[in-house]
């Protein structure tokens, strides 16, 4: 027998740990998703996931997982409500409490077409757009050459600090974990000075590049080239909608858009970090 609308607002919510990963897997593919198991394990290990689970015992029937930044900032990703559950209310009492959870913490996120409307319910603000792309880079337009090479154990903090300058916050508990997170870890180097970086993280029958930090446009085509390089794996990465010229040459070698999502504020009139130097994020979950 269903559920009534009356007991499914009084499940609990609750904390999930890295024993839910399958369970969010489950929850992912019941939505048409992929299972993404290597990104929900790292999600669930360096922030916080929510979840309701099925009276039945039937797994979960909703999650969420918010990566926290300091008092400054936390991005919520994976926001899933089960097939059989949705439009009964259930994302919004999740994402109510999620919000209420963050207090006074601004909040950021990437929302679906489908998403957008109750995030503007609950506070939030559209201050750019993503465009997702995929595809088999071909190296058809040389990227400049500028000069890339792969990361090394003492190339740490120097990428550490670029980080937080970029970003404009700590995020060290992210970037730490990016050596064992992904296969490939590029830095653009000049006069001795680490000017970017970039990373390839396995997905399925992809290599996902994020985050890519970069001086320039030019030194950004310089670390996927190199990424591309070493991997037959096709590419897909989130590119801000304002790097036209980097979004033209990616599909100039055969990386093109297959959607695109509005990126949003909560209690910020736009996300901290300079977006000229930030061009895709790790994954959209974790802003």
Not at 28 to 36: K, V
Not at 185 to 207: C, K, Q, S, Y
């Amino acid at each position: 027998m269903p559920i009534s609308s009356s007991a499914l607002a009084q499940l609990p919510i609750r904390h999930l740990t890295a024993d839910d990963l399958p369970a969010c897997a489950d929850l992912a593919e019941n939505r048409g998703w992929h299972r993404e198991e290597h990104k929900w394990g790292l999600l669930l290990t360096a922030g916080t996931g929510y979840g309701i689970d099925d009276p039945s015992g039937a797994g979960l029937i909703a999650c969420s997982v918010v990566t926290p930044y300091g008092p400054e900032l936390a991005a919520i990703g994976m926001v899933l409500v089960a097939e059989r559950y949705a439009r009964r209310g259930v994302g919004r009492r999740l994402m109510e409490h999620v919000v209420a959870d963050a207090g006074e913490t601004p909040l950021t996120l990437h929302a679906t077409a489908n998403g957008q409307p109750l995030y503007e319910q609950l506070g939030f603000t559209q201050t750019s757009r993503a465009e997702m792309v995929l595809g088999q880079f071909t190296f058809t337009t040389p990227a400049p050459a500028v000069p890339v090479r792969p990361a090394t154990a003492e190339d740490l903090q120097a990428i550490l600090r670029l980080d937080h300058e970029v970003f404009g916050l700590d995020r060290t508990h992210i970037i730490t974990r990016l050596p064992a997170f992904a296969d490939l870890l590029r830095v653009a180097e000049e006069d001795g000075e680490i000017t970017g970086f970039a990373a390839a993280w396995p997905n399925m029958d992809t290599h996902v590049v994020g985050p890519l930090i970069a001086r320039d446009t030019a030194t950004a085509q310089a670390l996927i080239a190199s990424l591309a390089a070493a991997t037959d794996r096709p590419l897909r990465t989130d590119i801000d909608v304002r790097h036209t010229a980097l979004l033209s040459w990616f599909k100039e070698n055969g990386v093109h858009p297959i959607t695109s999502n509005a990126v949003m504020v909560r209690s910020l009139p736009d996300l901290p970090g300079d977006w000229r130097r930030r061009f895709a994020p790790l994954t959209v979950a974790a802003g």
